[in-house]
Nanobody, 116 residues
Framework: QVQLVESGGGLVQAGGSLRLSCAAS?????????MCWYRQAPGKQRELVAT???????TSIDSVKGRFAISRDNARDTVYLQMNSLKPEDTAVYYC?????????WGKGTLVTVSR
């Protein structure tokens, strides 16, 4: 089973930046169909934020375009989410997910809190 560990969350003021990391083990990220970042704010449904496919194709939701960027380091089996110009509405638990052969694997999440 794919194991995922997120890191990099914390408290930051509005306008600041954070970089989240997702380290995969047991399987290379190049052997996984899609690596994704999701987030879930308190009392709200979990939403997809960004995706990178095994072929390197990247997508993100409109609300983070121009501010967030997903990337990967294949040698380290790590996926990143660079978050700039953070807003209070970005506050959420951020989860890394691997989707492969119809199965979903999840990390435990890392908390991002953006203050005014």
């Amino acid at each position: 089973q794919v194991q995922l560990v997120e890191s990099g969350g914390g408290l930051v003021q509005a306008g600041g930046s954070l970089r989240l990391s997702c380290a995969a083990s047991r399987r290379s990220i190049l052997a996984i169909d899609r690596m994704c970042w999701y987030r879930q704010a308190p009392g709200k449904q979990r939403e997809l934020v960004a995706t990178i496919t095994s072929g390197g194709r990247m997508t993100s939701i409109d609300s983070v375009k121009g501010r967030f960027a997903i990337s990967r380091d294949n040698a380290r089996d790590t996926v990143y989410l660079q978050m700039n110009s953070l807003k209070p509405e970005d506050t959420a638990v951020y989860y890394c997910a691997a989707i492969h052969d119809g199965w979903q694997y999840w990390g435990k999440g890392t908390l991002v809190t953006v203050s005014r």
